[in-house]
């Protein structure tokens, strides 16, 4: 079974620049979660999807970060316009319908100049 | 929302030798999951546990669910250098959102040769 996949791996863009990241999940996976992983702490979430509907986008920042999930399998994340604080790795995870157990893809790593 | 205090943030230890790290939480979790995440890569789940009291193993590695449910310990016996990584206690709220996890800051374990 394939896992979460995700691009691009690195990303290095200069502040006030736009950048979108690309998640697919484990296929048959309805819930798909955003996170943001600054250096040395553990993942925070962003925003979660249940299919092509938003379940919860408290943390998102929705003044510069959007996120969608059209057709409910892949989804994308955007920041428009990037600030220096926003470097971190972000991470997909996907998990089935009825188990809380998220499974990870490997993430983007994002530098923001 | 809820915190959760990870202990240690970091290890040093010999190869062979046991290690053990905790999670706590100021509120109680129906949902304990310890993960290792690799440089560069995303967070690989480890074990799951379900229940108050629940013990449960995976090779060499051992977690359990605390009685009064706001913590939880992970154990790795006998170390081997691929050991090396960070370790994040995640749990889930009964009373938040469908799903959603809580991360704990990480343990970062060095095995030294």
């Known amino acids: 079974e394939a896992g979460v996949a995700q691009s691009p791996r690195y990303k290095i863009i200069e502040k006030r620049q736009s950048v979108a990241f690309w998640c697919n999940p484990i296929s048959g996976h309805a819930t798909l979660y955003w996170y943001q992983q600054i250096l040395g702490q553990g993942p925070k979430l962003l925003i979660q999807?249940?299919?092509?509907?938003?379940?919860?986008d408290s943390q998102l920042p929705k003044d510069r970060f959007s996120a969608e999930r059209l057709k409910g399998v892949d989804s994308t994340l955007k920041i428009q316009p990037a600030k220096l604080e926003d470097s971190a790795v972000y991470l997909c995870?996907?998990?089935?319908?009825?188990?809380?157990?998220?499974?990870f893809g490997p993430g983007t790593r994002l530098t923001v100049l | 929302g809820q915190q959760l205090n990870q202990s240690p943030q970091s290890m040093f230890i010999q190869e062979g030798e046991d290690v053990s790290m905790n999670c706590t939480s100021s509120s109680i979790f129906n949902t304990w999951l310890w993960y290792k995440q690799d440089p560069g890569e995303g967070p690989v789940l480890l074990i799951a546990l379900y229940k108050a009291g629940e013990l449960t193993s995976n090779g060499r590695l051992t977690a359990q669910f605390g009685i009064t449910r706001k913590d939880s310990f992970l154990n790795i016996s006998a170390s081997i250098p691929s050991d090396v990584g960070i370790y994040f206690c995640a749990g889930q709220s009964p009373s938040g959102s469908a799903r959603q996890l809580t991360f704990g800051s990480g343990t970062q374990l060095t095995v030294l040769p």
């Open positions: 995870a996907s998990n089935p319908s009825g188990s809380n157990e998220q499974f």
């Open positions: 999807f249940q299919n092509n509907g938003v379940v919860d």
